[in-house]
C-alpha cells in the first residue's frame, strides 16, 4: 500500500482546500490518554458469519455495494450488511457467481427488501455483475479462491481485486498526480481479517500495510476533532450539505488527506503507547464515533455520488 500513502502525502503536502492540523492530532492522542478505544469487527452484531466459504462470498459482495448511501436519508451501511445476511440465510446460493451475474437493481431491492431504488442502484447491480462475472472466469465462482490466492498478503489481495475486479480501482488524478485511495478493496481484507480473527482465511502477515478506508465518515470525524481543517470555501459547501464533484481538488484532497491524518495519528498512538496501532483498527474506531447514534456529535458528511466510497 506504499503507492496509497505517498501519493496521499503528495496531495496533503500540495493541497489547496484542506490541512492536516498536527496540533489536532497530539490532542485527540492526549484525549485518549494513548490508548485507542477497542472497537471489534462487527461490533454490531449485524454481519453474516459462518467461518466458511460463505462468509467470504458474502462479505465480496457486501464490500463491492459498500459505498454512496447518503442520498437516502434512511439508508445505512447497517440496512446492506444485515440485509445481505438475513438473504444469505434464507438462500445459501444467492451469491453464487452465476446469480450475481445476472443481478438487476431490482432484483438487488428485493434482496434488500427496500422499498424504493437505492441510490446509484444501477451501478451497484453492473457491479456485483462485474464480480461475477470475474469470479467465474478467475477464481472458480468463489471468494475462497481469491483470498487464498493472495496467500496471506493484504498487498496481494487488493492488487488481485483491483486488477480482475475493476469497480474497485479507486485512484484518480490530482494536480498531474495519480492518486490511490483503494477504500473498498481495502476494506474487504480488513473485514475477512476482522471476522475469522486474523487466523485461517484472514490470517494477513502484512495487515500492518494497510490504511484507513478513505469514506465520508471518517473525514467528517477528523474534522470534528480539529485534525482536518478546510478553507472556509470548502467549509460552507460541507456544511451547508452542498455536493462535491467526484475527482475535484476539495473531494481529493479530503480523501488524501484523511488516509495521511490517520497515519500520523497512528504513528503518535504507537509512540506514546509503546505498542502497535493498526490503521485498521484506528478507522475501526473513527468510523464507529461518527454514526448517527454515536456520542460525538459531528459535523456534516461530505457528499460526493461516487461508486468508491
Known sequence: ME????????????ASHV?????????????????????K??????????????TAQYLLVLDTLNFCFWPDEE??????AAGLAQALKADHTVFD????????????????QWPRPLPLEDERARLLREVGTGLEQWFNGQAVNLIAAAKGSAVTLVELLTQHFPGFRDHCVYKGHQVFLYKRAQIFVADIWGAFKGLDLGEFKDIASITM??????????????????????ATVLD??????????????????????????R????ARSGKQVLSVHVDWWLWSSGLPNASEKVPPYHRTQTIYY
Open 3 to 14: 503507492a496509497v500513502r505517498s501519493s496521499c502525502l503528495w496531495v496533503a503536502s500540495n
Open 240 to 265: 451547508t450539505s452542498q455536493e462535491l464533484t467526484p475527482g475535484s481538488e476539495e473531494e481529493v484532497e479530503i480523501r488524501a488527506c484523511s488516509i495521511t491524518a490517520v497515519e500520523w495519528l
Open 97 to 112: 457467481a452465476q446469480r450475481l451475474k445476472s443481478c438487476t437493481g431490482m432484483m438487488l431491492r428485493e434482496m434488500l
Open 41 to 54: 469487527w462487527d461490533f454490531e452484531g449485524i454481519h453474516y458469519f459462518d467461518n466458511g466459504p460463505l
Open 213 to 234: 478506508f478513505a469514506d465520508y465518515v471518517v473525514p467528517a470525524v477528523l474534522r470534528h476533532w480539529g485534525i482536518l481543517t478546510c478553507s472556509p470555501t470548502l
Open 267 to 270: 504513528e503518535y498512538l504507537t
Open 19 to 39: 490541512a492536516i492540523n498536527p496540533a489536532g492530532i497530539e490532542k485527540l492522542v492526549e484525549r485518549l490518554d494513548g490508548r485507542l478505544p477497542t472497537v
Open 75 to 80: 439508508l445505512q451501511y447497517d440496512h446492506l
